[in-house]
């Protein structure tokens, strides 16, 4: 149901649809003129996957003692299911799938690990990673992460990415991806402003956040986006790597070189 419709739009007619047929074995007794009629009501269009689903759910019955198979490769012997679909239900429902490849997931590896533009590489390189028999919560983590941090315009300090300590693009700055081929609008590398703190603080005996904000970057303002918190977070990693000390609380930090 929700291949082409977004999901919140299809959780009505998701509930109504298990409300009249709960299960494999309900809907493959169904009448298919009844299932298509179903789908139309409901404005889910292309009605070939009402019979496909009607169609697969038979096959379940009558070829799987209606057990649901759960290995990709009998999966995609359902009507309708092709290697996508079928990895994706072995993973998500049996835990039983391969690493799962779409364009989040290739954004995220070209960005970490530095994988090459091609699909055997990223496909190679899925497989090696995904730890033995964990194809869900592997998955779910890497489709997750390009979902919410590793967006097109990423959001690794924001979204607090676990993987800034050793990723690629973090460290180089570099955030093009295949399906973000000019650098995104991004406030910059965490590195080149923590770079820049260092740089002026080494022209300064110390500062107070409001006077080093300015020099790190035009629109630092003292409330905004840019701003004491962000700049707090600077200081606190450069503090954590011994190279810068800060004193006061709030507006009156000041931070200096660690000498
Ligand atoms: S640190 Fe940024 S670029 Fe790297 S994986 Fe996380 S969100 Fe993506």
């Given at each position: 149901m929700s291949q082409q419709t977004q999901l919140d739009r299809?959780?009505?007619?998701?509930?109504?649809?298990l409300e009249r047929w709960p299960d494999v074995h309900a809907l493959a007794a169904a009448?298919?003129?009844?299932v298509v009629a179903f789908w139309t009501n409901h404005s889910l269009g292309y009605n070939n996957r009402a019979k496909y689903l009607h169609e697969a759910a038979t096959q379940v019955e009558r070829d799987h003692d209606g057990e649901f198979p759960e290995s990709p490769a009998a999966l995609q012997e359902l009507m309708g299911v092709g290697p996508y679909t079928a990895n994706a239900v072995a993973s998500f429902a049996f835990n039983d799938g391969d690493a799962v490849v779409d364009?989040?997931?290739?954004?995220?590896?070209y960005r970490a690990f530095d994988v090459p533009d091609d699909d055997d590489a990223?496909?190679?390189?899925a497989s090696e990673l995904m730890p033995d028999g964990e194809s869900r919560v592997w998955n779910?983590?890497?489709?997750e992460l390009g979902g919410v941090a590793c967006e097109k315009t990423p959001k690794c300090d924001e979204a607090g990415c676990p993987w800034r300590t050793w990723c690629h693009a973090y460290e180089t700055g570099d955030?093009?991806?295949?399906?973000?081929p000019t650098q995104p609008d991004f406030e910059g590398s965490r590195r080149q402003f923590r770079g820049r703190v260092v740089n002026v603080l080494g022209e300064h005996d110390e500062l107070a956040l409001d006077e080093l904000g300015p020099r790190i970057r035009v629109d630092y303002a003292p409330d905004g986006e840019y701003g004491r918190e962000w700049l707090r977070s600077l200081l606190e990693d450069l503090e954590s790597d011994g190279l810068v000390a800060?004193?006061?609380s709030s507006g009156e930090t000041t931070a200096r070189l660690r000498r």
């Open positions: 299809v959780v009505d007619a998701w509930t109504d649809f009448d298919r003129g009844d364009t989040n997931v290739k954004r995220v590896l990223f496909e190679t390189a779910n983590a890497i489709m955030f093009t991806a295949p399906d973000v800060t004193t006061g």
